[in-house]
Nanobody, 128 residues
Framework: QGQLVESGGNLVQPGGSLRLSCTLS????????IGWFRQAPGKEREGVSC?????????YYADSVKGRFPITRDKAKNTVYLPMNSLKPEDPARYYC????????????????????WGPGTQVTVSS
């Protein structure tokens, strides 16, 4: 059973930046689609940024973060990152990373949260 652990959550001012990390153990990064999700109190979970498995990487971004949260991977470190730029008051949430080895349309997987393995999450707060 693989494990995902998120880190990097913090308090940041509006307009600031943060980078979240998702370290994978027991997973081979190339074989798994990886997604970042967030959930704020009282709101539904939202697929934020996702990347497909394999060599021909396909990404999906929610409209709310498009151009601000580019998902990146470091195969040598078996880590996936979520750089978060131009943070807005609506971005605070608990952020989770997830992994899934099934082949599928990444946009659909991300939008539905259709991933089998999840980390415990890391908290992001945006406040002045």
């Amino acid at each position: 059973q693989g494990q995902l652990v998120e880190s990097g959550g913090n308090l940041v001012q509006p307009g600031g930046s943060l980078r979240l990390s998702c370290t994978l153990s027991g997973f081979t990064l190339d074989s798994y689609a990886i997604g970042w999700f967030r959930q704020a109190p009282g709101k539904e979970r939202e697929g934020v940024s996702c990347v497909s498995s394999g060599l021909g990487l396909v990404t999906y971004y929610a409209d709310s973060v498009k151009g601000r949260f580019p998902i990146t991977r470091d195969k040598a470190k078996n880590t996936v990152y979520l750089p978060m730029n131009s943070l807005k008051p609506e971005d605070p949430a608990r952020y989770y990373c997830a992994a899934d080895s099934r082949a599928g349309y990444i946009a659909s997987m991300c939008a539905r949260g259709d991933f089998r393995s999840w980390g415990p999450g890391t908290q992001v707060t945006v406040s002045s």
